[in-house]
């Protein structure tokens, strides 16, 4: 069990499907990748940490390892491993907000400020 400020965080590694966390990313999976990230992945995949879902009630959401996601598709696999957390939309965009930001040297709140925003986009433009 981990926390996620005062919350408790339930979670599980599990296979999940690839087809499964692409439908339901929050933001384009592909928009922002680095295509050599991904090619490298693709070569060392078995030795990468799981991917971060979050369960939430609007389904399964990826919250971090899009670079891992894509290399997975790249060698045409139909599942990946990935640590599954219970937990809101909420958290989920709170927990990719906090690695993003670690990942680029921004702040936390620049990250979610970014990701609310396209996955606002998103959604609008799916209607």
């Given amino acids: 069990m ?5 919350r408790a965080i339930i979670s599980t590694v599990s296979r999940l499907s690839v087809a499964d966390l692409v439908a339901n990313a929050p933001i ?5 990748l680095d295509a050599a990230r991904v090619e490298r992945y693709a070569g ?3 030795v990468l940490p799981p991917l971060v879902v979050f369960d939430t009630p609007e389904g399964l959401l990826l919250a971090d ?6 290399a997975a598709r790249r060698r045409g696999l139909e599942t990946v491993v990935a640590e599954v957390r219970s937990g809101s939309r909420h ?7 906090k690695v993003g930001a670690a990942q680029r040297g921004i702040s936390p709140e620049e990250a979610a400020s970014y990701i609310e925003r396209y996955a606002k986009d998103r959604r609008t433009s799916e209607r």
């Fill in 2 to 6: 981990r926390h996620l400020g005062s």
């Fill in 28 to 32: 384009d999976p592909e928009a922002h």
């Fill in 44 to 46: 060392t995949l078995d």
């Fill in 65 to 70: 390892g899009y670079h891992r996601l894509a």
């Fill in 91 to 97: 958290d989920a965009l709170r927990y990719a907000a």
